[in-house]
């Protein structure tokens, strides 16, 4: 069985199959609408491509801290706790899955968890493509080009926000009104969640205070 498994992941058409689903990515950033309606309907897309492309994202993330010139970002080393500063995109993303797919579940949505973060990783794409050059080209440029440098990271950003939007739309059969709405909506349980996770903790940590205090008493009181 463990033999299989290695020969279907080092298979050719395995490898074919990944590097087709992981180019369709590119497809994905000029024909949205139709792109990630094949991606899921059409099984144009893969879970290995997916993540390849979040594994991008968060190693250019890293990368700009250390190539970008100093000019337009400053790190200060001491202070940075790297798996934090990872977590910042990961907790989100994982926020979005879960929150819009919930949602959508509810009211008809046709998009299954693994497609709705399938096709978010999908959409994270500009970013990687958008910001490696830019990281690199920032060390050439001056400083009255900040302006410049600004814009086009901050294009970045927007243009994975708005494939977001566009994949959730096509994946779960949304018009484009409908699609808006649980966006927003999506958002929303994202703020949720992070209020609910927060008290869950705190409760945790009160719990675990007062436990640590009444032992305490009892060995005072011994």
Request: overall charge neutral; charged content about 15%; glycine content about 4%.
């Amino acid at each position: 069985m463990t033999k299989s498994i290695s020969t279907k992941f080092i298979s050719k058409e395995a490898w074919n199959k990944y590097l087709d689903s992981l180019k369709f990515a590119f497809y994905c950033l000029t024909h949205p609408l139709d792109g990630f309606w094949d991606l899921t309907h059409e099984k144009r897309g893969t879970m290995a491509a997916a993540n390849t492309i979040l594994i991008a994202t968060l190693v250019v993330r890293i990368m700009k801290l250390r190539y970008t010139s100093f000019i337009f970002i400053t790190v200060y080393w001491e202070e940075l706790n790297i798996f934090l500063y990872l977590a910042s995109v990961l907790f989100p993303l994982a926020l979005w899955v879960v929150g819009n797919w919930a949602l959508t579940t509810l009211f008809d949505g046709k998009g299954r968890l693994n497609q709705v973060y399938m096709a978010t990783c999908y959409a994270l794409l500009p970013y990687p493509v958008i910001q490696l050059p830019i990281m690199l080209l920032s060390n050439v440029v001056t400083v009255d080009e900040r302006e410049f440098y600004s814009v086009i990271s901050a294009l970045s950003l927007v243009y994975a926000g708005l494939l977001i939007i566009a994949a959730m739309g096509q994946i779960h059969e949304f018009s484009g009104g409908k699609n808006l709405l649980f966006t927003i909506a999506s958002l929303f349980a994202m703020l949720v969640m992070v209020f609910l996770l927060m008290l869950f903790f705190s409760m945790i940590t009160e719990g675990i205070s007062y436990i640590v205090s009444l032992v305490r008493e009892m060995l005072f009181r011994m």
